[in-house]
């Protein structure tokens, strides 16, 4: 059980475990806005964006420094399937582009075995932001108790055939989304990794 190889595959999240289905690349999100590419690395780079001038009314918010391995680890992704690997090429599906606009990066792992991917954003925007972005996932999403207490903000839902997982806490959001996801509990142990990573 040594290191993982990037390469393109894919991730199901069943039974506080990840499973294998067959497709190819991203296809299953829509089109992305924007695409990443890694340096030589066993982690990709984080992929990034500017705010757009549209977000004009809300502070600029200021763009978070954090590397992939930092969201999840190497270990992180091996603990949930040894098959999980980073994915160092990848366009970010449309459901992160909020995540890109708060200033936040975006990273992909794919499973070594299959085709379908698995896609985190984070961002610590600021309060306009974060205040927009609760908003609009309660607007679009589902309250959930899911992914923690306290002042924990869960949200889930299936848009277009794509599971959506969201928390907001202490001004940083999560957004973790796979077309595997089909309930709350399916992004948990995700969700849980991640929220340990980034505070």
Known sequence: MGLLKVT????VIAGGALGLTGCSG????????GSAT?????????ATSEPTPSESALDAPTPLVMGCDSILSLQDAYDLNPNLAADPSFDIPAQLGPIID???VACAWVN????QSLAIGVARPGEAWV????NEAAATLTAVPTYGTGSLEGYFGVVDGVGIAETIHNGTIVR?????FVEPGDAAQ????VLSNVG
Do not use: C, K, Y
């Open 131 to 134: 205040e927009r972005a609760a």
């Open 38 to 46: 890694a340096t030589a690395s066993d982690l990709p780079a984080p």
């Open 190 to 193: 995700v969700m849980e990794l």
């Open 8 to 11: 393109v595959a894919s991730i």
């Open 102 to 104: 708060a200033g936040g």
């Open 26 to 33: 991203w296809t299953p999100f829509s089109s992305g806005t």
């Open 112 to 115: 070594l075995t299959s085709n």
């Open 176 to 180: 973790v989304v796979s077309q595997t």
